[in-house]
């Protein structure tokens, strides 16, 4: 697995809940981690077989497991140049759990 090969820098987001000190709560959004990434335009027969077929906006990105992320969860997002991605799909390549396949679509 070469290191040369993530060369763009995404953001990892998580929308949560916290207490606003006046017996209430607010929603927050709270960058996680900065990930190192590779950036792919999604083939159009792999979206379709994935259940995605809008396609606008919607890429691949290719990162390092981290076990710090839960990916599965429903308030991560990732944003990546000012663009709002959330999460459809997460995929293990090659089985060996070091890198994650993440399919994304911008968030309307």
């Avoid at 987001?13 to 959004?29: C, I, K, R």
């Amino acid at each position: 697995m070469s290191s040369r090969k993530y060369s763009k820098r995404i953001e990892v987001w998580a929308s949560t809940v916290s207490p606003n000190g006046f017996a209430g709560q607010d929603h927050v959004e709270a960058r996680l981690k900065y990930l190192w990434s590779d950036i792919m335009t999604q083939d159009s027969l792999d979206a379709e077989n994935a259940g995605l077929y809008n396609r606008d906006m919607s890429v691949q990105i290719r990162v390092r497991k981290d076990p710090d992320i839960n990916w599965n969860d429903e308030t991560i997002f990732i944003l990546y140049n000012g663009i709002r991605f959330k999460v459809d799909g997460v995929e293990d390549i090659n089985y060996d759990g070091r890198e994650l396949l993440i399919s994304v679509s911008a968030d309307e």
